[in-house]
């Protein structure tokens, strides 16, 4: 089940009742992040919301995605290589890496919790961030 950043509307009455502004930069920021699924970069939200209301700065589409995030909207995802992406599925997933063109796409693991983990001695997890590096099926074909 895949939960989606909630509707900008809902977004925009969150924001509101905690006091956090609500500008037409940010009103068009989580239209473009509601149902987007390319865990997309903020440079990415940047070049494409520049291009529906030039003089968006950069700094807006960060505060923008660190407050969505601090939310719980977002999930903030640190690829080994490349920049930083947001996630709007917050559901519980995780991704498979493309290492040729370095696509990051949603994935499901079945009984994630039956894993065993050997490690720190009294390490208590919560939670588990899987990655699954491999080649996607349009660089295969390439």
């Known amino acids: 089940m895949v939960l989606d950043v ?6 925009t009455s969150d924001f ?4 956090l502004k609500v500008t037409p930069q940010r009103q068009l920021l989580f239209r473009l992040l509601y149902g987007n699924m390319t865990h997309p970069t903020a440079e990415a939200l940047f070049a494409q919301a520049s291009e529906l209301m030039p003089g968006i700065s950069l700094r807006t589409v960060y505060q923008t995605l660190n407050d969505l995030a601090a939310l719980g909207e977002l999930q903030v995802l ?3 290589s490349g920049s930083t992406r947001f996630d709007p599925n917050v559901d519980d997933h995780h991704h498979a890496r493309c290492r040729t063109c370095g696509e990051l ?3 499901y693991v079945d009984r ?3 894993l065993a983990m050997r490690g720190p001695v009294g ?3 919560e939670r588990a961030n899987i990655v699954f590096d491999g080649v996607c099926a349009d660089c295969q074909v390439g």
Do not use: I, K, M, N
């Open 78 to 80: 640190h690829p080994s």
């Open 6 to 11: 909630r509707t900008p509307v809902e977004l």
């Open 105 to 107: 796409h949603d994935v």
């Open 112 to 114: 994630v919790q039956d």
């Open 123 to 125: 390490f208590v997890a």
């Open 16 to 19: 509101r009742s905690r006091g």
